[in-house]
């Protein structure tokens, strides 16, 4: 975003606006830690802001501050529209595609008139924003946009609200801040909230200390499921539907279940296949080290994509039918996951 951009975003700001933010759909912490903070941002200019997520997210996330604020577009959608309708300018935050709002929010996005305003850091955005606050090297959005209002000039008004709410953000895209993107810039700016007011212990407690017993039996399974491929160095793990309503799943009960393949010794590319009756579709989240890239290989085969590091993906075949592909495919990049 150059200094220009920034100057007219500063004057188009410094009046009342109808403005509606944006995550992508099945938002995780950087999602709502950002578009909440962004909303408590522009909220001290007096604007009529509104977060609109596709869909409900995971009750760890439902603490943060003005959260019960936001509406759900799966569920209220003729509010939704008429927000989306009325906006002067839609912020888009954590995602750089409109698919990735789900398409019936897609649609309407796309036939908004309102100015557009990116910020994220995944690869390959679309050329949809008037304003496009696009980089992959960042680890969070929350980073982002607390570069944002950095850019703006308007540092001093993060408050200890909009401090926790974008904590929230880096620490959980950031693996607790031990994830490869974590720089001594994001060091720095964990800093500066922690000063405004984040409370550190608590927000990791609120996030992280909160399992249900049955989360933790859910957790076993999948560990019982674990398959290793070590000539490939490659680990998966996978939960039937079936499985999941064993162990009375709620959405978010699965997060960070990957990492666990990612952790055994000589394992750089790990993944979890989850069955979703509800939507027909085998849901696939991807982890690796080092060089090899998820984010290629997610595009590639599942329909999906991210980051280098971690990525997403999607089959609309059985479970068997997704993991024999899986398997089948991991020979063509037998040189970069023997490195």
């Known amino acids: ?53 596709p869909n409900d997210y995971p009750d760890f996330l439902k603490w943060i501050p003005g959260e019960e604020t936001v509406l759900k577009f799966e569920t209220q959608q003729e509010d939704s529209n008429t927000h989306i309708e009325n906006a002067d300018i839609i ?4 995602f750089n595609a409109f698919h990735r709002a789900g398409h019936q929010m897609a649609d309407v996005l796309e036939q908004s008139s309102a100015i557009k305003v990116m ?67 994001t060091h720095q700016v964990i800093g500066n909230l922690i000063e405004k007011g984040a409370d550190n212990s608590q927000i990791h407690n609120n996030i992280y200390d909160t399992n249900s017993y049955s989360r933790l039996q859910l957790l076993g399974r999948a560990m019982q499921n674990l398959k290793v491929i070590p000539e490939l160095r ?13 162990f009375n799943f709620k959405k978010g009960d699965t997060e960070g279940f990957v990492n666990y393949a990612l952790s055994l010794k000589g394992i750089i590319f790990a993944a979890i296949f989850i069955e979703s ?9 991807l982890r690796s ?9 997610s595009r590639a085969h599942f329909n999906g994509g991210g980051h280098t590091n971690a990525a997403g993906g999607r089959s ?18 037998k040189q970069d996951l023997s490195q």
């Open 1 to 53: 975003m150059t200094k220009e951009q920034i100057l007219e975003l500063k004057t188009l700001l410094n009046t009342p606006n109808n403005i509606v933010i944006v995550p992508h759909r099945n938002p995780d912490g950087d999602a709502m830690g950002s578009t909440l903070g962004l909303y408590h941002y522009l909220k001290q200019y007096q604007h009529n802001v509104i977060v609109i997520a």
């Open 91 to 94: 912020f888009t935050l954590d």
């Open 119 to 185: 910020i994220d850091h995944h690869q390959q955005p679309d050329d949809y924003a008037k304003y496009m606050y696009s980089d992959v090297r960042m680890s969070s959005t929350c980073e982002m946009v607390y570069n944002f209002i950095e850019m703006l000039g308007d540092d001093a008004k993060i408050n200890a609200t909009i401090a926790t709410c974008l904590y929230v953000g880096i620490m959980t895209d950031t693996g607790s801040f031990r994830f490869p993107a974590t720089t001594s810039r």
């Open 234 to 246: 490659t680990a998966y793990i996978t939960l039937t539907q079936a499985e999941l309503d064993e």
């Open 277 to 285: 009756q509800q939507d027909q579709i085998i849901k696939i989240s």
């Open 289 to 297: 080290k080092g060089e090899f890239s998820v984010n290629e290989f």
């Open 316 to 333: 609309e075949d059985d479970m068997l039918t997704t993991i024999n592909k899986f398997i089948s495919i991991l020979p063509q990049y």
